[in-house]
Antibody, heavy 118, light 110 residues
Framework: EVQLVESGGGLVQPGGSLRLSCAAS????????MNWVRQAPGKALEWVAN????????NYVDSVKGRFTISRDNARNSVYLQMNSLRAEDTAVYYC???????????WGQGTLVTVSS | QSALTQPRSVSGSPGQSVTISCTGT?????????VSWYQQHPGKAPKFLIY???KRPSGVPDRFYGSKSGNTASLTISGLQAEDEADYYC??????????FGIGTEVTVL
């Protein structure tokens, strides 16, 4: 059974940093691109970033470029999102999701809430 | 990277059909046959429903049907059931391994 478990969310002040983690199990991690998708309270889903299996390619939505960094550790079956210079508009539930052979975001974690507020 | 346009809400009675549209541009929906759809119940993670415009992952009922014409994709739910009441999001590949989601549609079963 595929499992994605996010952690690392919490309350942080504007301008602060946070590192999210996503532990994967139940599938061959190195066969999948990994993504982060966020959802602000009461709002739509927004793709944030992704990373290729061999770490050779990383992509970001314009609003987080230069502030967020996605990484992965294939030995630990984990993907991370380092978030710096956080803003109130980054407040959201952050999901990690796979990009499998069937299509993007075929499996999702339960999400972790990030709140940026003073 | 502008969000795809969806109707805010649609509704139907049990057994009826509803269709949700998803309008983008030639840089996303119109440029690729990589439109996917997700169902999200309140407080839950999204569920993968449709990929590559009209393909269903294993386990998704054939009541869910996807299509596309030009810059607009559509999801049709036939034989509407109470459990179909949820938010639905379209998503399109937008080139260079990036994606854009729609604004979401709330489906209400009357």
């Amino acid at each position: 059974e595929v499992q994605l478990v996010e952690s690392g969310g919490g309350l942080v002040q504007p301008g602060g940093s946070l590192r999210l983690s996503c532990a994967a199990s139940g599938f061959t991690f190195t066969n999948y691109w990994m993504n982060w998708v966020r959802q602000a309270p009461g709002k739509a889903l927004e793709w944030v970033a992704n990373i290729k299996q061999d770490l050779s390619e990383k992509n970001y939505v314009d609003s987080v470029k230069g502030r967020f960094t996605i990484s992965r550790d294939n030995a630990r079956n984990s993907v991370y999102l380092q978030m710096n210079s956080l803003r109130a508009e980054d407040t959201a539930v952050y999901y990690c999701a796979t990009w499998g052979s069937d299509g993007p975001f075929d499996f999702w974690g339960q999400g972790t809430l990030v709140t940026v507020s003073s | 990277q502008s969000a795809l346009t969806q109707p805010r809400s649609v509704s139907g009675s049990p057994g009826q059909s509803v269709t949700i549209s998803c309008t983008g541009t030639s840089s996303d929906v119109g440029g690729y046959n990589h439109v996917s759809w997700y169902q999200q119940h309140p407080g839950k993670a999204p569920k993968f429903l449709i990929y590559d415009v009209n393909k269903r992952p294993s386990g998704v009922p054939d009541r869910f049907y996807g299509s596309k014409s030009g810059n607009t994709a559509s999801l049709t739910i036939s034989g509407l059931q109470a459990e179909d009441e949820a938010d639905y999001y379209c998503c399109s590949y937008a080139g260079r391994s990036t994606f854009v989601f729609g604004i979401g549609t709330e489906v209400t079963v009357l």
